[in-house]
């Protein structure tokens, strides 16, 4: 029989390292996996803001860091891939290009990107279309781009960008005070451009006007990514849990931005991974 670990924990962003890490110090063998490679969200992050004590004055990729060392120093082992299907028994298998079985399962998956619904969208994504102002944020140096989300992590993309390109324009009812970003309320309903996204259409009390611009950052319909899991949800998609991070499914525990009523912090990622990490790596000492 193949190997079976005591907890699989899917997402290596935030809270699925801190809570491998932890259920690897209460004793139990970890397999932690993700489809990009550690990081999750963070490896976009230039310095964080509202950092926890622990991440004060870091960029996301060195915090990033610095959780993986703690989770591969706990005997943590990383695996590489998308979790595609789960499936609980007395065990749970972990589906996707391979499968791992586990006495206990962590999902701490965080949200996908989110999408305008637009049907030109998927043509622009990488060609205007970017998820990632750090990153992207220099190649338009000079240029117009366009912000759409008005939650507050949007906003604080809105200030990186306005320090890289010539100006920026946020689609909502209020902007960061800085000298090249202004708000313009309203609703994008189309995008065009030949050779990469030109522009957006945005429609306003019944009237539509044309937009120019080199790029969009989308941060806009994020939901939980955990279309592979069955447990009970809320309105959103998100996994509801108990005070310790278990699930409805006997076993099966979340953290971080998928369970349901997360604040989208790390804080709260890492503390929620706490635990979870814990109650996981109790579940398998009791279940061997
Ligand atoms: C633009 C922006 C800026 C932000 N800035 C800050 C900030 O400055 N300070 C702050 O406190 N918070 C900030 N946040 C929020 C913070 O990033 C999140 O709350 C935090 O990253 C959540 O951690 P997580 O581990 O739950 O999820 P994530 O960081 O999203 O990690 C989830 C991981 O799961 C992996 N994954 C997903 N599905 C699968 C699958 N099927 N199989 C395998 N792997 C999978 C992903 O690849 C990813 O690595 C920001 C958010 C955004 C959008």
Redesign the pocket.
Known sequence: MSEVWDVVV????????RASAVAAKAGARVMC?????????????G??????PE?AGQT?PDFIAALLDQATEAGVEMGF????ALNGGATWSVI?DETQTARAVIV?????HGTLGLPEEERYQGQGIS???VCDGPLYAGQSVVVVGD????V??ARELAGMVGSVTVIADSAPSLPNVTAMPGRIIALDGDNGLQGLVIERGGQTMRLETSALFP?VG?KP????VEAERDAAGALVVGADGATSAPGLFA?????AG????????LA??EKAGKAAAAWAAAHR
């Not at 891939?81 to 595609?84: A, F, P």
């Not at 990514?225 to 592979?228: D, E, I, L, Y």
């Open positions: 899917i997402g290596a962003g935030p809270a699925g390292l996996i993700d489809k990009l490679g550690p990081g999750g969200l963070m490896m976009n992050f310095e964080i803001h509202d950092a926890p991440a996301g891939g998308e979790v595609t996707g701490a998956s965080g949200l996908s998820h990632c102002a939650q507050g992590w949007a604080q993309e941060y994020r990514a955990c279309g592979f953290a971080g931005d998928v369970r997360a604040p989208e912090t790390i804080a709260q990622a929620d991974a």
